[in-house]
């Protein structure tokens, strides 16, 4: 018996995925990972504009076949024009990667005057909580219901829903205090944690049919946060630093992708520099 080699397991050519919010930041990351280990990448945003320059880049970067699609993640009917059209151009679907999706966080000082738990709780909206819900939660809902009937057609899956620790953990809010950055809110927290059970439920569910479900939980990134946030959240890492842009994610998000995790079923995979360890 020959046993298939790692460089094999790990290999995507041939694989067709798609990557929500797949134009910028850890969506584009996610996307050049898997275009670097050779699957055909389909890129969507809400801006089809910047879906389809993103895709004409990595293509031209990466060598790979690459559609560049317009996907509003929170409507169901966008989600079956895009499978659609994936299914047209490509002929299959291998893998998504539920990517799209976030808070809004953004450089903003919180009212010195206000402790931070009345934004947090009190002041939040319901209509916020719902938007948010929908954009984190309900979406990756959409997106597994819209890809698993051509997965099934296709005998083969993979599905990798991209959470948060803020779905593991309640966040000490002190941490927001004086550091130029806008709170956490508990829509994302309690999004994030839907997406963690979420994925353990489909995947248990879709395990008989060779479709892998499993979600990755990164701890945060270090991008153009204020200076002062980055240095306060660097501190509360094993680390002592945050995520690295366009290094950390790629052999995690490779692994859960591929063959190579084909033992791995509703597993949360965190990706967090030991931040939830202790
Ligand atoms: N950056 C971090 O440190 C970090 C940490 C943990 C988890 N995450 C998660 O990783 C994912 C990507 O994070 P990022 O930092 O690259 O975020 P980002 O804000 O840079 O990108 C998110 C992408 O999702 C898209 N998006 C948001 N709402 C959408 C909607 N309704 N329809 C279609 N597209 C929509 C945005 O347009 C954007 O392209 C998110 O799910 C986020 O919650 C990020």
């Given at each position: 018996m020959t046993y298939p080699t790692v460089q094999e397991l790990y290999d995507l050519h041939g694989q067709v995925a798609i990557v929500t919010?797949?134009?910028?930041n850890l969506g584009l990351q996610i996307a050049e990972a898997l275009a670097e280990v050779g699957a055909a990448v389909v890129v969507t945003a809400r801006s089809k504009d910047a879906a389809v320059t993103a895709a004409h880049q990595l293509a031209k970067a990466k060598g790979v076949r690459t559609l560049g699609l317009e996907l509003e993640i929170t409507e169901e009917a966008a989600w079956s024009a895009l499978v659609q059209k994936v299914e047209d151009e490509f002929g299959k679907i291998d893998i998504l990667v539920n990517n799209a999706g976030g808070r809004d966080a953004r450089p903003a000082a919180p009212d010195p005057n206000i402790p931070l738990d009345v934004p947090f709780l009190e002041a939040r909206s319901p209509e916020e909580w719902r938007r948010l819900v929908d954009v984190n939660l309900t979406s990756v809902f959409l997106g597994c219901r819209a890809v698993v009937p051509a997965m099934k057609r296709n005998g083969r899956g993979k599905i990798v829903n991209i959470a948060s620790t803020d779905g593991m953990l309640g966040r000490d809010l002190e941490l927001y205090n004086g550091s130029g950055q806008s709170a956490s809110v508990p829509d994302y927290l309690a999004s994030k944690a839907g997406v963690i059970n979420l994925t353990r439920g489909i995947a248990v569910v879709l395990a008989p049919y060779d479709i892998y479900v499993n979600c990755l939980s990164p701890a945060g990134f270090q991008r153009s946060q204020p200076p002062a946030f980055i240095e306060k959240y660097s501190k509360m890492f094993p680390l002592k630093r945050m995520g690295r842009d366009g290094i950390d994610l790629k052999g995690p998000i490779v692994l859960l992708c591929s063959a190579a995790s084909d033992f791995m079923v509703g597993h949360n995979l965190v990706v967090d520099g030991g931040f939830t360890a202790w």
């Open positions: 919010g797949g134009a910028r």
